[in-house]
T-cell receptor, first 112, second 113 residues
Framework: AQSVTQLDSHVSVSEGTPVLLRCNYSSSYSPSLFWYVQHPNKGLQLLLKYTSAATLVKGINGFEAEFKKSETSFHLTKPSAHMSDAAEYFC??????????FGDGTTLTVKP | KAGVTQTPRYLIKTRGQQVTLSCSPI?????VSWYQQTPGQGLQFLFE???????NKGNFPGRFSGRQFSNSRSEMNVSTLELGDSALYLC????????????FGEGSRLTVL
């Protein structure tokens, strides 16, 4: 069985400050890990993915995530938040059998 | 390249009715997945189709069904609608199926009265 835990349901930062969205996973095998972003009334868009290559993954819009197997974590970071980053973020695990499991989501608020 | 297209975008049904939602994947994508998104349950996986075969299934009752056609377009059907079926239904297509990037449509928002 696999599971995903997003440790914060809401994160609020000021514009220009760093962003940290935390994700822990549980999987019986080497999973593929993804971060997706969803803006209001929109579908999800891929930010970045880890598929057993480099442990530090760079994505779009300045986001990056580090895969830490020993901690079973895949936290998402960005050095400087922008107002347009306000959205809901999902951490996703996909097994080698193709089954996807989504975290409950983290709502990011960016204050001016 | 056109993205994933879901129709209809919005619909209202009453309890006991049935509904069919359609998803056209990105050209060349053979895998289509369906998800239900609600404020209380979050995003939940319904099923995944690849080359007209259901390859994975989530934990939903038999009222939820789907199919995929030879052109990779997919439909999902919900019979005997319940109030709790009100949700945003998202479709995603993938080139690779397993471990590939999912490309999402904007969803079909179903309201059951």
């Amino acid at each position: 069985a696999q599971s995903v835990t997003q440790l914060d349901s809401h994160v609020s930062v000021s514009e220009g400050t760093p962003v940290l969205l935390r994700c822990n996973y549980s999987s019986s095998y080497s999973p593929s890990l993804f971060w997706y972003v969803q803006h209001p009334n929109k579908g999800l868009q891929l930010l970045l993915k880890y598929t057993s290559a480099a442990t530090l993954v760079k994505g779009i819009n300045g986001f990056e995530a580090e895969f830490k197997k020993s901690e079973t974590s895949f936290h998402l970071t960005k050095p400087s938040a922008h107002m347009s980053d306000a959205a809901e973020y999902f951490c996703v695990v996909i097994s080698n059998a193709g089954k996807s499991t989504f975290g409950d989501g983290t709502t990011l608020t960016v204050k001016p | 390249k056109a993205g994933v297209t879901q129709t209809p975008r919005y619909l209202i049904k009453t309890r006991g009715q049935q509904v069919t939602l359609s998803c056209s994947p990105i050209s060349g994508h053979r895998s289509v997945s369906w998800y239900q998104q609600t404020p209380g349950q979050g995003l939940q996986f319904l099923f995944e189709y690849f080359s007209e075969t259901q390859r994975n299934k989530g934990n939903f009752p038999g009222r939820f069904s789907g199919r995929q056609f030879s052109n990779s377009r997919s439909e999902m059907n919900v019979s005997t609608l319940e109030l709790g079926d009100s949700a945003l239904y998202l479709c995603a297509s993938s080139l690779e199926g397993f471990t590939g990037e999912l490309f999402f449509g904007e969803g079909s928002r179903l309201t059951v009265l």
